[in-house]
């Protein structure tokens, strides 16, 4: 008894799907996919109403990690392994310089802070951040080394309103 062609088209599909991965032709490859509680947000409360200025301090347990701190308002860290750079070169005017680097052009215009304290004070959302008001807001923290790149899959968040 033969198999039905559409069955072979299936299964074939289905094995490619699966072999994807684990050639390294994809960006799960090395990931980890393990719960990492060392950190523990503890300013705001997730979910809670806040008002400005708005802090997001956090406690490490064990070994501080070599390197720092990159919180991001309302914006998506980079990927496992890429840099700060890889985000600021998405805007024409930053691409290839340091300017864009610089701490004060990162949270303004970016919502990005490096720090390697364990709390970040903003004053305002960056200048392309959504509307504030009852919006949901975000912040999401990220180990990086001394050069800009990220460390590690690690990432913590916590999701907040900003009272009007």
């Given at each position: ?5 559409g ?26 996919f ?39 308002f ?22 290839g310089?340091?300017?864009c ?9 970016f919502?990005?802070?490096v ?29 990086i ?9 690690s ?7 900003v009272?009007?």
């Amino acid at each position: 008894m033969t198999a039905h062609p559409g069955a072979r088209r299936l299964l074939c599909a289905l094995l490619l799907a699966a072999l994807v991965p684990l050639s390294g032709c994809s960006r799960l490859s090395g990931l980890q996919f393990r719960q990492d509680d060392r950190l523990q947000i503890q300013a705001p409360a997730n979910l809670s109403t806040v008002r400005f200025p708005i802090e997001v301090s956090w406690q490490l347990t064990g070994t501080p990690p070599p390197g720092r701190y990159a919180v991001f308002f309302d914006r998506y860290p980079m990927a496992p392994g890429e840099s700060l750079r890889d985000i600021v070169d998405t805007q024409p005017n930053c691409r290839g310089t340091d300017e864009c680097l610089q701490p004060a052009y990162l949270g303004a215009v970016f919502g990005i802070h490096v720090t390697t304290e364990t709390s970040v004070t903003i004053e305002r959302f960056p200048s392309d951040a959504p509307a504030t008001g009852d919006s949901g807001h975000y912040a999401t923290i990220v180990l990086i080394d001394d050069a800009g790149y990220r460390v590690g899959e690690s990432v913590w968040y916590v999701s907040f309103q900003v009272a009007s």
